[in-house]
Structure formats: structure tokens, C-alpha cells
Nanobody, 122 residues
Framework: QVHLVESGGGSVQAGGSLTLSCVVSGVTLGRQCMGWFRQAPGKEREGVATLADVERTTYVYSVKGRFTISKDISKNTLYLQMDNLKPEDTAMYYC????????????????WGQGTQVTVSS
């Protein structure tokens, strides 16, 4: 059974940085498409970034140049480095895997973590 646990969220001021981690068990990270998603209050969950098994990455336009998705296979851990954070980045962030296709479409992913909260103040 696949299990994902996110951590690293917190409260920061605009312009600050955070690094989210997602420890994965039950599946070998190197072979999986992994994704980060977020859900702000009152909004639908949206895809933020994906990392395919061939190291190909995709980002939603609003985070390009500010966020970086990466993985450490030896630790079976996925990361999301978030720089120059903005108040509109405030959301619960989730990692996900077991994707039908490596895109930022939420419904394609079958396994999810419980989320970690990121709050950015102006």
C-alpha cells in the first residue's frame, strides 16, 4: 500500500522560502510520476508541479521560476522548493502519485498524502 507523508509547511512573509518534503513508502520513487497539488480556501485543488520518471518536470504557470520539484531516490522523498512566495501561494499542499498520466490533472492521481499548510503573509 502506498503511503505519502508531507511536511515542511509553515507561515512565512511574502518573498520568503519554504521547502516541502513528501516521504513515500510502498512504491519505488524512481519509477513513479510524482506531483504536488494545492488547495486554497474556497477553491478547487490545482496541480502545481509534476516530476516524471525520466526527470521531466512541469509547472503551473503561476509558480514557474519560483518553485522547483525534485526527488531523492535514496530517501524515497519528493521535494518542492518554494522561493519568492506570494500571499496567493497560501494553501494546503499535497503530494500525490500512482498517476495514469504525468500531468497536473488531479483525477489522474490515485494516492495522496494528508497535506501540509503553507501560509504567506503580505
Amino acid at each position: 500500500q502506498v503511503h505519502l507523508v508531507e511536511s515542511g509547511g509553515g507561515s512565512v512573509q511574502a518573498g520568503g522560502s519554504l521547502t516541502l518534503s513528501c516521504v513515500v513508502s510502498g512504491v519505488t520513487l524512481g519509477r513513479q510520476c510524482m506531483g504536488w497539488f494545492r488547495q486554497a480556501p474556497g477553491k478547487e485543488r490545482e496541480g502545481v508541479a509534476t516530476l516524471a520518471d525520466v526527470e521531466r518536470t512541469t509547472y503551473v504557470y503561476s509558480v514557474k521560476g519560483r518553485f522547483t520539484i525534485s526527488k531523492d531516490i535514496s530517501k524515497n522523498t519528493l521535494y518542492l522548493q518554494m522561493d519568492n512566495l506570494k500571499p496567493e501561494d497560501t494553501a494546503m499542499y499535497y503530494c500525490a502519485t500512482e498517476a495514469l498520466a504525468c500531468t497536473t490533472v488531479e483525477s489522474y492521481f490515485g494516492a495522496w498524502g494528508q497535506g501540509t499548510q503553507v501560509t504567506v503573509s503580505s
